[in-house]
Nanobody, 122 residues
Framework: QVRLVESGGGSVQAGGSLRLSCAAS??????MGWFRQAPGKEREGVATMNINNGWSTYADSVKPRFTISRDNAKNTLYLQMNSLKPEDTAMYYC?????????????????WGQGTQVTVSS
């Protein structure tokens, strides 16, 4: 069973930055990614990547402000979030699984972390 532990969430003002981290217990999957869910809304894909070739996919709403990256030696995924907006406020989840092409479809991911809260105030 893959275990994912997120960290790095918090409260910032609009225009600020945060970096989320996701430590994975193993790397027996093709893709990892970040998803988010705001109150009253469905969970949506933010950014995902193939951990073998580095291909990545971003939601239009976060381009070019967010950057996904991974330290393979540490089995850790990151999400650098810059120029944060109040509409970025959500619980952010790390996920692993997927197929070879990184997808923003949450149903393609098998493993999920508990989430870390990001709150952006105006």
């Amino acid at each position: 069973q893959v275990r994912l532990v997120e960290s790095g969430g918090g409260s910032v003002q609009a225009g600020g930055s945060l970096r989320l981290s996701c430590a994975a217990s193993e790397s027996t999957y093709s893709c990892m990614g970040w998803f988010r869910q705001a109150p009253g809304k469905e969970r949506e894909g933010v950014a995902t990547m193939n951990i073998n070739n580095g291909w990545s996919t971003y939601a239009d709403s976060v381009k070019p402000r967010f950057t996904i990256s991974r330290d393979n030696a540490k089995n850790t995924l990151y999400l650098q979030m810059n120029s944060l907006k109040p509409e970025d406020t959500a619980m952010y989840y790390c996920a692993a699984g997927g197929s070879w092409s990184p997808s923003l479809n949450q149903y393609e991911y098998n493993y999920w972390g508990q989430g870390t809260q990001v709150t952006v105030s105006s």
